[in-house]
């Protein structure tokens, strides 16, 4: 076999050169590790815009997160979140966490682990059944829990236990069966300090004790009263059943939902109340008592509310507004009575309202006499407060008008021998205008106007 020369075996090779770079092209000279960075870095950014706006923040996109009084805070109200969204969701571990309005069945033992910050946890309107012993397990500076309108049945001592701060705790609508499991539950309710925790909440079962509230409960009789469930009717009740008292008004802890975050805030729209419910908590800054039938605002209606801020009682039958039911609403900003069947607001009203900014009165009858005069005078007071809807609807030939436009034509036609502070029926009864003033009963006779009047004889006295 001939040896191959030197000289050919360099040119062999220097042919064969740039087609082993050419191949190395796709990867741009690094080959397949190149090629391999290259995929890599292309996941690893894929993978960082996606926990920015992709699924491995579940909750994010549904709630509302946000930084207040340097704390973080989670809204995930009316979600229809299922279970307690991963801690890892927020930017970091959240004070307040709002989960109010959703369908959490069950709280799991560890349901909050990554949650160690919370103070405060709102769990009402779900439909919670079940709460394991673990299921605040880490929640050592908690100090509000709200399980309010759910379905829980019974509930132990130890569930508590972690939360060491619990300070304000609610527990009112809820189905509570009260026997022998809730009987250390109950007497941590009844300890004097704990006067915040489970106000409100009533038993449901068993029949002897139904409607009596678990802080008046005697543990004594729980296991007892199981005693007989078991047994059946047969034997006694262990104490006489007292009728449950008629209540004569809604009392507003049961009867309207209460947030407490940001504002503590009442949402008692859509419930049926005919009237305002009592014991208002003082702390309220906001109420909405909105689409009900309250027909009347009484004197002490809001009394205690001194921290209100807005009143929404829209949407009601209203009809009269008493002039001591808004006294002592030293910081209502907002008022809106809207919607309603007002023709007037009484003298004295409004007198308390000395920061209203925002007084919403459309889509009311308000009949433009003399008892308008009011609303109109209160109003150019208080220019700092805006009002919207303040139109005549009677009589017909001041329908649509602005009230105080019509206050200034009044002004200006009527001389002041004829301005008079009574008001006739007549004249605010839609159904008498037009009929004949035999038909609207006796009028009382008006002053002559003075350029009618015969002259007047006056004596001349000489003094000395």
Known sequence: MRMISPVLFASLLLFLLPSTVTMKRPGKGRGLRGA???????????????????????????????????????????????????????????????????????LRGGAFSGYERLTTLDLQQNHIVLVEEGAFQGLTHLTTLLLQHNRIRTLSEETLIPMRNLAYLRLYDNPWDCLCPMD?????????????????ARCAEPFGLRNVKLKQADPELLCKESVNEEQGDETEPLFPVDPIPIRTKPDATTACHTYLFPQVRMDCSKRGLTEVPEAIPEDVVHIDLSHNAIVHLKARDFHGARSLRTLNASHNSMERVDTASLSG?????????????????????????YFLSELKLGGNPWVCDYSIHYMAYWLRLHPNARQSGLLCHAPPEHAGERVEAYVQSYNRACPKDRQHSRTDAGDTDPELWGAPMEAQGELEEEPEPSHLRGPQKYQIFRLP
Do not use: M
């Not at 979140?81 to 959703?102: D, E, F, G, V």
């Not at 250390?184 to 409100?200: C, D, E, F, K, Y």
């Not at 609403?329 to 023709?343: G, V």
């Open 329 to 353: 609403l030293l910081h209502l900003r907002e008022l809106d009575l809207s919607n309603n069947n007002l023709r007037n607001i009484k003298y004295g009203v409004l007198e308390d309202l």
């Open 184 to 200: 250390s539950l109950i007497r941590t309710l009844q300890v004097p300090s704990n006067r915040n925790l489970g106000n409100h």
């Open 36 to 106: 391999r960075h290259k995929l890599t870095r292309d996941r690893i950014r894929g993978a960082g815009r996606q926990s920015r706006s992709g699924p491995p923040r579940l909750a994010e996109p549904e709630c509302l997160e946000s930084t207040e009084s340097q704390g973080v805070f989670v809204d995930c109200q009316g979600r229809r979140l299922t279970s307690i969204p991963a801690s890892q969701s927020w930017s970091s571990q959240p004070k307040h966490l709002l989960l109010a309005r959703n369908r959490i069945k069950v």
